[in-house]
């Protein structure tokens, strides 16, 4: 399976970007798919996830500001990123899990700066 994200950038706070991320596989076969992130100097962690029913789910930071959907025609998934904060600098990574089996992208780094 390969995951390929795109649409990080540079960006300046309470601006917005949109990720995107092709799976090279129908994204129906998948429990989930989704989107990590880490930032600098940090461990990886969950930003958000959108199960095979359409269920999504976010992290609390970032509840109300991002929003996660999908094309299933397009086997893509994407995250709408508003109202960024410097603490979103992060290289983002998308996931599509299978059981206890997740498969990665090679991420896509968002940097919000002045």
């Known amino acids: 399976v390969q995951l390929v994200e795109s649409g990080g950038g540079l960006v300046q706070p309470g601006g917005s970007l949109k990720l995107s991320c092709r799976v090279s596989?129908?994204?129906?076969?998948?429990?989930?798919v989704g989107w990590y992130r880490q930032p600098p100097g940090k461990e990886r962690t969950f930003v958000a996830s959108i199960n095979v029913g359409g269920r999504t789910d976010y992290a609390d930071s970032v509840k109300g500001r991002f929003t996660i959907s999908r094309d299933h025609t397009k086997n893509t998934v994407y995250l709408q990123i508003n109202s960024l904060k410097s603490e979103d600098t992060a290289v983002y990574y998308c996931?599509?899990?299978?059981?206890?089996?997740?498969?990665w992208g090679l991420g896509t780094q968002v940097t919000v700066s002045s």
């Open positions: 996931y599509a899990n299978m059981l206890s089996r997740y498969n």
């Open positions: 596989e129908n994204i129906f076969n998948f429990n989930s």
